[in-house]
């Protein structure tokens, strides 16, 4: 399985960005897809998840501000990230619980190569 994210890039505060990300690869399903960050210096922190019932979930520091969103026939996430901050910027990871073998409940977690968003004062 292979995440595949992109859509990073620079913006000014208050701009937006649209990170997109991919899973390729042989599964059953997806359980759940996540987007987490890291900025320099920090732990990786979890941004937003997407779970296969439809459920969104985010950290207090981007509720009103991004939207996770799932397209499950095309097995996507994508992340719209609306009045971005400074505190914004770090390196965006893609994540997901995928199920590999339809006989069994067994997940394994994946990650996608990160993409960096910059947010200028």
């Known amino acids: 399985v292979q995440l595949q994210a992109s859509g990073g890039g620079l913006v000014q505060a208050g701009g937006s960005l649209r990170l997109s990300c991919a899973a390729s690869?042989?599964?059953?399903?997806?359980?759940?897809m996540r987007w987490y960050r890291q900025a320099p210096g920090t732990q990786r922190e979890l941004v937003a998840t997407?779970?296969?019932?439809?459920?969104?979930y985010y950290a207090d520091s981007v509720k009103g501000r991004f939207t996770i969103a799932r397209d499950n026939a095309k097995n996507t996430v994508d992340l719209q990230m609306n009045s971005l901050k400074p505190e914004d910027t770090a390196v965006y990871y893609c994540?997901?619980?995928?199920?590999?073998?339809?006989?069994?409940?067994?997940?394994?977690?994946?990650w996608g190569q990160g993409t960096q968003v910059t947010v200028s004062s």
């Open positions: 994540n997901a619980d995928v199920r590999t073998d339809r006989y069994s409940p067994r997940s394994f977690n994946y």
């Open positions: 690869g042989s599964f059953f399903s997806i359980v759940a």
């Open positions: 997407a779970d296969d019932s439809g459920g969104a």
